[in-house]
């Protein structure tokens, strides 16, 4: 379970823990999650000690800097799958969390990675997939989603869009805006579309990962 901010944290304290926070998010953006704990101690100007006394390891700080990130995404999918139209629930889903991707991006290797005792950050990542399955199980009973839809397609799209390189954040967020709407239009169903290849596998760690959005248990 992720680390909870004491109520009694001093004002010096809960500054130096925002400041871990924000420099942990910004090094995981650009350098990954293996990027060393120093490192972000360096971007955060405290000492290891002091890191280390907030967050003992770096599974308490990755879960903690994303948490809000992962919430706002089952938020989202829950917000898609509560729309009366599927498909616009769908669509809806891949342009929130693209964006909500583009604004952190080390969203997106925290949302792939295992942390077994984060268990509230892995309960989040498992009801969001279980509610995107099932807006695609839907939006596929319309006839607007291409029947070979599957859930890895979907990280594939987040993993396409995590690479967007851009000169500024606002531009960033618009490559990904458009991103988000060619992959909208590839997932369209069409009479005329060619069959996808095989899907890959890329989300080992996440136990929905051969579950097909046809199948009312994903």
């Not at 992720?2 to 650009?30: C, G, H, K, Y």
């Not at 604004?103 to 997939?129: K, Q, V, W």
Request: charged share 30%; net charge neutral.
């Amino acid at each position: 379970m992720t680390d909870r901010l004491p109520r009694t944290l001093r004002s010096d304290a809960r500054d130096n823990r925002e400041r871990i926070l924000d420099a942990a998010r910004a090094v995981f953006a650009a350098e990954g999650l293996e990027a060393p704990m120093r490192e972000i101690a360096r971007g955060a100007e405290v000492g290891p000690a002091t890191l280390y006394r907030h967050f003992p390891t770096k599974e308490l700080l990755v879960t903690e800097a994303f948490t809000d990130q992962m919430r706002a995404c089952y938020v989202v999918a829950d917000e898609g799958l509560a729309d009366p139209d599927p498909w616009r629930g769908f669509c809806l889903v891949i342009e929130k969390v693209c964006e909500l991707q583009a604004r952190d991006h080390g969203f997106t290797a925290a949302f792939m990675s295992t942390y077994p005792n984060a268990i509230d950050f892995t309960a989040d990542r498992e009801r969001t997939l279980k509610s995107i399955a099932e807006l695609a199980r839907r939006a596929k009973e319309t006839g607007h989603l291409r029947a070979d839809f599957v859930l890895d397609d979907l990280i594939l799209i987040l993993m396409a869009n995590s690479g967007i390189q851009a000169t500024s954040p606002a531009a960033r967020i618009a490559a990904s805006r458009r991103f988000a709407a060619l992959a909208i239009q590839a997932l369209r169903a069409s009479s005329d579309a060619s069959p996808l290849p095989p899907a890959a596998r890329l989300t080992p760690a996440l136990s929905t990962r051969r579950r097909d959005p046809d199948k009312r248990t994903g």
